[in-house]
C-alpha cells in the first residue's frame, strides 16, 4: 500500500492509474478536491478495493495521522499543491498554506510515525516529494539546463512556494533521517489537465472559436514531458532512488510557447477541421506578458538516465498528438470541469491583457 497526496488531479491521477496498472498495489488517495481536483479523472478505477480515496486536506494532521496508522503505507507520494502561475499572482496565500505549510504537516506527521516503526519497516519506507524545475528560475538563451545542483532562484509566489517545501523535505532528511526523495519536472502535458494550462486552453478555445491568448511575444521555452512519462519515472526514483536525492525529470523537448500553438493548431487542423475552413492559429492573439514571466526552462535528465536508466519514450510530437487526440474524445469530461468557476477564472486572467 501507498499513500498518494493530491491524487485527483492532473499529475496525479494519472500516476494512481499508471501505478495500479503498472504493479497492481493499493493506494489510499489523500484529496481536497479543489478546483483542480476531480474524481472523473479516476472513474475507471470506481470498484476497484486497490483504489481507497479519502478527502482531506493534508493540513489535517489528525487525519493524516489516523490514514499512516490504519493503511500503514510504504511509501507515500507528495503530489498535492497549488501549481498555476498566474493564480500565485492573484491570490498567493493559497500557495504558502497548501506547498508550505501542508509540506510541513505531512513531513512532521510522517516522522513521528515512522520514527515509530519496526527497524525492518523503517528500512523501506520512502517519503517521495514531487516538485517542479521552476524553482530553479530563469535561464538565458544560451545558458546550460538546470541540473540538480543549480542555485534555487524562484521568481513567482508559486515556485517561491515550491522551493520552500523542497528546503523543507531536504531538512527533514539531513535533521532527523527521514528517507526522503525530490523530483523536480519541467512542464508536463497529456489526459486530464485542467484548462488554465496552455496546452488544454489552447485546444478547447480553437474548438469553440475563441481568441488563443500568448503572453507577451510567444517566444518564452519551456521543456515538455509528457504525463505518461513522467509517471514511469516517478516510479523509478521510489524504487531506486538514492536517499535525500533529486532527480530532475524533463522530457529533452525545448519549445517556445508560440511553438507549442502552432504545432497544437496544426493538428487539430488535421484531426478535427473547423466547420468555417479557417486555419486555427488564425485565432492566435498576444496578449499583455505576466508580470515576471520566466524566460527559459530546460532540464538536464541525464541522472536519472545515468542511475536509473529512466528516459522519456514519447517525443514532443507523440506525445501531443496523443493528447489532442484524447481532448477530442472526451468532451464530457471537458464539459463537465469547465464550470462557471473557471469561466470566472478565464475571464479575470486574461480579461484586461
Not at 481507497?52 to 489535517?60: A, E, Q, S, T, Y
Not at 531536504?170 to 484548462?195: D, I, K, V
Request: aromatic share 10%; hydrophobic share 40%; with cysteine.
Amino acid at each position: 500500500m501507498i499513500l498518494v497526496t493530491g491524487g485527483a488531479g492532473f499529475i496525479g491521477s494519472n500516476f494512481i492509474l499508471d501505478w495500479i496498472a503498472a504493479s497492481g498495489e493499493a493506494v489510499v488517495n489523500l484529496d481536497k478536491l479543489t478546483y483542480a481536483g476531480n474524481l472523473e479523472n479516476l472513474a475507471s478505477l470506481k470498484n476497484d478495493t486497490r483504489h481507497l480515496f479519502v478527502r482531506g486536506d493534508i493540513n489535517d494532521r489528525g487525519l493524516l495521522a489516523n490514514l499512516l496508522a490504519e493503511h500503514k503505507p510504504r511509501a507515500i507520494i507528495h503530489f498535492a499543491a497549488e501549481s498555476h502561475v498566474d493564480r500565485s499572482i492573484s491570490g498567493p496565500g493559497e500557495f504558502i498554506q497548501t506547498n508550505i505549510n501542508g509540506t510541513f504537516s505531512l513531513l512532521e506527521v510522517a516522522r513521528v510515525w515512522w520514527q515509530g516503526l519496526g527497524a525492518a519497516e523503517k528500512k523501506v519506507f520512502r517519503f517521495l516529494h514531487v516538485s517542479t524545475d521552476e524553482v530553479y528560475g530563469s535561464l538565458g538563451p544560451n545558458d546550460p539546463p538546470f541540473t540538480e545542483t543549480t542555485a534555487y532562484a524562484p521568481n513567482s509566489p508559486y515556485s517561491a512556494s515550491k522551493a520552500a517545501s523542497d528546503h523543507l523535505v531536504r531538512a527533514y532528511h539531513h535533521t532527523y533521517g527521514l528517507p526522503t526523495l525530490t523530483t523536480n519536472c519541467s512542464n508536463n502535458y497529456g489526459a486530464f489537465q485542467f484548462p488554465e494550462k496552455l496546452i488544454p486552453l489552447v485546444i478547447l478555445n480553437a474548438l469553440n472559436g475563441k481568441p488563443l491568448p500568448i503572453y507577451g511575444n510567444g517566444l518564452n521555452v519551456r521543456d515538455w514531458l509528457y504525463v505518461g512519462d513522467h509517471c514511469t519515472a516517478i516510479r523509478e526514483v521510489l524504487a531506486g532512488g538514492r536517499l535525500g536525492e533529486t532527480y530532475n525529470i524533463g522530457g529533452w523537448n525545448e519549445k517556445t510557447n508560440l511553438d507549442v500553438v502552432n504545432t497544437v493548431c496544426a493538428m487539430l487542423d488535421e484531426m478535427k477541421p473547423a466547420a468555417d475552413g479557417r486555419p486555427y492559429a488564425s485565432l492566435i492573439t498576444y496578449v499583455k506578458d505576466r508580470p515576471g514571466h520566466d524566460a527559459r526552462y530546460a532540464i538536464d535528465a541525464h541522472k536519472i538516465e545515468r542511475e536509473l536508466g529512466w528516459k522519456p519514450q514519447e517525443t514532443f510530437d507523440t506525445g501531443i498528438r496523443k493528447t489532442v487526440a484524447w481532448y477530442l474524445d472526451n468532451q464530457g469530461w471537458v464539459d463537465d470541469v469547465v464550470s462557471g468557476e473557471y469561466q470566472n477564472w478565464v475571464a479575470k486572467n486574461y480579461g484586461g491583457r
